[in-house]
């Protein structure tokens, strides 16, 4: 493990840049390395844009379907062997595929890879990473996830290895990068184990030092059900599921519309992918330190807006310069949204049973991502163009906007359960409950 060679580095940091780098790798073979396939696929085996769309929003919607089973089991055993396994049937999937000769195997192998990235991905990433942190908790999901967005600056890359050896060599290429690679960075991602030496966030609490442990009752939890009965939560899985919608069709056909309607090669349209990665960790970054220090529902609601509002617009460019700059501009909104929302939920519901209650949020989330691009593979063979789906996706992210800005903190579920982690650590006179965070 990276922690025993860095011993005086806050161990949370290296969870963070573990499973930024695992999602990196994930997110460039199984997310954005499948877009330079897309229409080699369309050529080689005739099938129509909502046809193979369809692959790409089922995967989304087996991600979410598995995501509360998923959740409940990286709360009970742990994110570390979870990654590991996902991993391992992720690239032997995406290898298997490579061997594909018609869209049944495609769209079983799509649905089998989602089953193992389900568990390696952002959930595993997620849960641990808020275990480790709480002042500083929307800045290190922002970090943490980054990878999975910078993936994009693979495309790239992989377009170029599609266009030299073809697709199915790509896919061999790409499968052994993320056994290999995956698993190295997956080994160092874990949840915060109780009694561990070093206080929260890094930062020791006032009172001097402490001792090992100290922060053990910070780890409180609502469980799933109290939480699920709560107008929060389902406002902020609503909000979710608007923004995977517009998102997801925008990643999985901005390569395919660049090259059918802008004339691009498909080299130059993984240059538009690049700038969209690049773009999303700044947003990431300054989003994430914003989050920190102002109203999250605030902040969330302003990203969104930037996003949604360029949507569209999309649609208008004509070369290589327009596209990247609106697609810089969708990314700097939407590189921080996830990463908000998960904060909000781990402030409200905190880390005992963060899993389960993210995985059901995945879950309604993952419906949008799961309509988003099929909805807009058939907008493009009934119109002949991209410019309806580009406009509907614009309408559905700001959506978002009104249900994260009525959500309020269930402050009376909150302290409640904190109480009870106080109590189970220190048994005795109860200290003060924390304030609620802000938003």
């Known amino acids: 493990m ?28 199984v997310f954005w390395g499948l877009g330079p396939i897309f229409n080699p696929l ?6 129509s844009h909502g046809a193979t769309a369809f692959a790409f929003a089922v995967r989304s919607e087996v991600n979410g379907a598995a995501a509360p089973f998923v959740g409940a ?72 996830t980054a990878g999975g967005t910078l993936g994009g600056l693979l495309v790239i890359v992989v377009a170029v290895i ?31 184990p109780r009694g561990h030496h070093q206080p929260l966030d890094g930062i020791p609490r006032s009172g001097g ?64 992918s690049a700038v969209f990665a690049l773009a999303s960790l700044g947003g990431r970054i300054v989003s994430g330190s914003a989050a920190d220090r102002y109203d999250k529902r605030v902040v969330l609601a302003v990203v969104v807006l930037i996003a949604g509002a360029a949507m569209p617009v999309f649609a208008l460019v004509q070369n290589l310069w327009q596209a990247s700059l609106v697609l810089l501009v969708i990314s700097a909104g939407v590189g921080g949204a996830n990463p908000i929302r998960t904060a ?48 509907a996706t ?11 800005l009525r959500t309020r903190a269930p402050e009376e579920l909150m302290a409640r359960y904190r109480r009870r982690a106080v109590r189970a650590v220190q048994p005795g006179p109860p200290r003060s409950t924390p304030a609620a965070p802000r938003g």
């Open 73 to 144: 089991l990286i709360d009970r055993i742990g994110s570390r062997l979870m990654m590991m396994v996902g991993l391992v049937v992720a690239s032997c999937c995406l290898f298997l595929l490579s061997f594909m000769q018609n869209i049944l195997h495609f769209y079983v192998l799509m649905l089998i890879m989602a089953l193992g990235t389900s568990t390696c991905g952002g959930q595993a990433t997620m849960v641990s990473t808020v275990s480790w942190f709480e002042r500083k908790r929307a800045r290190a999901l922002a970090l943490a």
């Open 209 to 272: 030092p402490g001792r090992a442990g100290e922060d053990d009752d910070e780890r409180w939890g609502a469980s799933l059900r109290d939480a699920l009965r709560t107008q929060a939560f389902w406002l902020l899985a609503l909000a979710q599921f608007t923004v995977f919608f517009a998102m997801t069709a925008i990643v999985v056909l901005h390569v395919p519309f660049m090259e059918d309607e802008v004339g691009l090669s498909k080299t130059a349209a993984g240059v538009g």
């Open 344 to 391: 909000l939920l781990a402030d409200y519901y905190g880390t005992r049973s963060f899993g389960a209650i993210n995985g059901v949020a995945m879950l309604i989330g993952t419906f949008g991502a799961f309509l988003g691009p099929w909805l807009m593979g058939l907008s493009v063979d009934v119109t002949g163009g991209y410019a309806t789906g580009f406009m």
């Open 394 to 404: 614009g309408v559905v992210a700001l959506l978002a906007i009104p249900l994260v």
């Open 162 to 192: 599609v266009e030299s050896f073809g697709w199915r060599g790509a896919l061999r290429g790409l499968a052994l990068l993320l056994l290999v690679g995956g698993v190295l960075a997956g080994s160092n991602v874990r949840m915060r």
């Open 42 to 47: 369309i050529d080689e085996f005739g099938w």
């Open 2 to 29: 990276l922690a025993r060679l860095f011993p005086h580095v806050y161990e949370g940091w290296i969870v963070v840049a573990a499973s930024s780098m695992a999602l990196f790798i994930l997110s460039a073979s």
